[in-house]
């Protein structure tokens, strides 16, 4: 049983540039959730979909974007990179409806010279 | 605001000793808790969680405790081992619109010494 897979594992980018970074839910699961870890931090979360659309959001601003695909799949967008935004971007799936554990891939560690 | 903290940043125990971590979060409507456990160069690993409506949960040699009184959580680790050694999460949850949205504190370093 395939837990969540995340593409690539790095990146580096490059300031201005836009990035997109893919997430494969675990088998089952029809929740994607997607996260920001800055070194030495707690988890941000970004946002969540659910039947393709954005269910929640964080207090990200609106060049972090996303999509989920009919399979459950889901990709994560950034435009006009910062320096910023260098971190490790975690994805998360579950089943839908509140109180599910989430389920976390290994993450892409971006970085933005 | 919503927030969840830790008390300590680092805590050290000898292999075979208990461990205890602590966490205080802020928001009383959080009705579902998740303690994670994340190793150098990997994600947060699911080890337990507790719903609000339960002061006491366990799993295998770990148990999570739950007083809403004063929004405090705690993880217990029983007979600390090496390959405990990482960093732990705990997260609170706000369901609201059915979705998860979880806050995680900054996490708390367990180094267990042989």
């Known amino acids: 049983d395939a837990g969540v897979t995340q593409s690539p594992t790095h990146l580096i980018k490059t300031r201005g540039q836009q990035v997109t970074l893919r997430c494969s839910p675990k088998s089952g699961h029809d929740t994607v959730s997607w996260y920001q870890q800055a070194l030495g931090q707690g988890p941000q979360f970004i946002f969540q979909y659910y039947e393709e659309e954005e269910r929640q959001r964080g207090n990200f601003p609106d060049r972090f974007s996303g999509h989920q695909f009919p399979n459950y799949s889901s990709e994560l967008n950034v435009n006009a990179l910062l320096l910023g935004d260098s971190a490790l971007y975690l994805c998360?799936?579950?089943?839908?409806?509140?109180?599910?554990?989430?389920?976390f891939g290994n993450g892409t560690r971006l970085t933005v010279t | 605001g919503e927030s969840v903290g830790l008390h300590l940043p680092t805590l050290s125990v000898q292999e075979g000793d208990n461990s205890i971590i602590n966490c205080a979060y802020s928001?009383?409507?959080?009705?579902?808790f998740i303690w994670y456990k994340q190793e150098s160069g990997k994600g947060p690993q699911f080890i337990i969680d507790i719903r609000s409506n339960m002061d006491k949960r366990q799993g295998q040699r770990v148990t999570v405790l739950l007083n809403k009184t004063v929004k405090h959580l705690s993880l217990q680790i029983a007979a600390t081992q090496p390959g405990d050694s990482a960093v732990y999460f705990c997260?609170?949850?706000?369901?609201?619109?059915?979705?998860?949205?979880?806050?995680f504190g900054t996490g708390t370093q367990l180094k267990v010494e042989l």
């Open positions: 997260a609170e949850n706000f369901a609201t619109g059915g979705g998860n949205k979880l806050t």
């Open positions: 998360a799936s579950s089943l839908v409806g509140g109180n599910s554990p989430l389920h």
């Open positions: 928001n009383s409507a959080s009705d579902y």
